[in-house]
């Protein structure tokens, strides 16, 4: 594995162990805006508070509410914990209510959206998410390619880097009941919680495999879709995905994923960072160099739509979401 397959996995590894976890930080997916090292420390003290202290947690209406014994030590750490969670990126609203005996803190989810780092905003409609039963902090990605790639019911669907599953299983939905979605993750955290919210969501006709999208575990022309959301600039060699989307997919299949691409050239001290890259921001490409590498590994009908661009705090360049779509010619 290289260095920067290794900083990715380890990232997504935290995140979903965030997610796994019924402690507030997992529930609503916060502490968005930190490193790898200080998701997993924050991660630790809450899970170390909670084991002290904690009472009982109860979660209503986008809101979790978590009552711990009071002492004054308690108090000292849950103050400074929800100071510190307020200090992260916008997604919750955070509250520290002292009642004598008992110390309760509320979090409630808020309207913004945080992917990664970058705040790149996917777009699901209410429906859909109740079709499945999840929420949307489930997504870390930048955009809705389910949606995008105009699943029809019968088709066979691939999404590459699924993670915790929210696209496998809105795409499942879309295409059933004769057609199946897969999703192919390399980190098995993720495709823990991935599997635990296909059995929340009761969804029969998708499977979530374990490989890396350099090398998917899939036959040759297996799939009529690929679908992707925000994971192809976390990858080192992006023609060896791309090549491997066009392999799978069946002649006339079509390549439809949301992705953060490069709109101005990143200082050189930010392309090196592996944390950078793992918050899907060093690994980025040009529009242009993303669709001549479609047009290399042998896609036609590219198409690029820029859906959002992204400013980044005290770094020059600039990033974006976009929605990328090809197709694999009928006769290949
Ligand atoms: C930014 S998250 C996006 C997850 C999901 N697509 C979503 O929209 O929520 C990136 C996911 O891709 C996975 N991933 C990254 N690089 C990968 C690779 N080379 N092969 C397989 N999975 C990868 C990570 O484990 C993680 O689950």
């Known amino acids: ?11 997504y590894a935290a995140k979903a162990l965030q997610m796994a976890s019924p402690g507030v930080t997992g529930r609503l997916g916060l502490a968005c805006n930190l490193s790898t090292a200080d998701l997993t420390t924050r991660v630790a003290e809450w899970k170390a508070i909670d084991g002290l202290a904690l009472i009982g947690r109860d979660e209503a209406g986008g809101s979790v509410t978590s009552t711990y014994r009071a002492s004054p030590e308690t108090r000292a750490e849950l103050a400074r914990l ?4 307020r200090g992260c990126c916008g997604t919750a609203d955070w509250s520290l209510q002292d009642e004598g005996d008992e110390l309760r803190v509320t979090v409630r989810a808020s309207s913004g959206a945080c992917c990664e780092d970058d705040a790149c905003g996917a777009t699901y409609s209410a429906a859909e998410l109740a079709s499945v039963g999840i929420d949307p902090t489930a997504s870390l990605g930048c955009g809705n390619p ?3 790639a105009d699943l029809r019911p019968g088709e066979r669907v691939l999404d590459l880097g699924s993670g915790a599953g929210l696209d496998v299983l809105l795409s499942a939905k879309r295409v059933a009941p004769d057609g199946h979605a897969y999703g192919v993750d390399m980190t098995d955290e993720m495709l823990a919680v991935a599997r635990g919210n296909q059995t929340k969501a009761a969804v029969t006709n998708a499977t979530f495999l374990k490989g890396t999208i350099e090398q998917i575990p899939l036959p040759d022309a297996s799939v009529d879709v690929v679908i992707s959301n925000c994971v ?29 691409v490069a709109l101005a050239e990143l200082p050189a001290e930010v392309k090196r960072s592996l944390d950078q890259w793992a918050g899907c921001v060093a690994g ?10 479609l047009r290399d590994v042998g ?29 694999k010619e009928a006769t290949s």
């Open 1 to 11: 594995m290289s260095d920067i397959q290794e900083a990715v996995r380890e990232r």
């Open 82 to 85: 929800v100071a510190a969670e």
């Open 146 to 148: 389910a949606l995008l």
């Open 232 to 260: 192809i600039n976390l990858a080192a060699d992006k023609r060896a995905v791309l090549r491997e989307a066009h392999r799978v997919l069946a002649p006339g299949g079509r390549f439809a994923v949301a992705d953060m």
């Open 284 to 293: 980025t490409i040009s529009i242009g160099e993303y669709a001549e590498a």
């Open 299 to 327: 896609f036609s009908d590219v198409d690029v739509e820029i859906t959002r661009e992204t400013r980044l705090e005290g770094v020059d360049g600039a990033i974006a979401s976009a929605y990328i779509r090809a197709r």
